[in-house]
């Protein structure tokens, strides 16, 4: 099974869990939003979503890889673990841009 390069050193920005997948005013998370909240994630705790992320990068496998000018892009699956213990089955995406070697984490969502 193939991982992501230096799922390690990846990161997630707080303006992605925050402003995003766990904003239920973005005109277009607010729908992940409602995924995410029901398995117990919470705005006031967005680390915990963070560090959830991260822990998904390093476990789980790449299932998609496409290298573009823009970097390369790696599709990871697999359970996500939850606050409420149930670890929905999400999809994650993340890239590394050209000329850097850490994974920059891009957007999550059911399936």
Do not use: C
């Not at 992501?4 to 239920?24: H, M, Q």
């Amino acid at each position: 099974m193939e991982h992501v390069p230096a799922a390690d050193y990846a990161s997630v920005a707080e303006s992605k869990i925050r402003g995003y997948l766990l904003s239920t005013e973005h005109p277009f998370g607010r729908f992940k939003a409602q995924f995410f909240l029901e398995f117990g994630f919470r705005l006031d705790a967005w680390m915990e979503m963070q560090e959830s992320l991260l822990r998904h990068v390093k476990e789980n496998g790449v299932v998609d890889r496409e290298v573009t000018e823009f970097g390369t892009k790696y599709v990871v699956e697999g359970p996500l673990v939850s606050p409420d213990g149930r670890n929905p089955g999400v999809r994650t995406v993340w890239v590394i841009d050209p000329g850097e070697q850490r994974p920059r984490f891009v957007t999550a969502y059911p399936i």
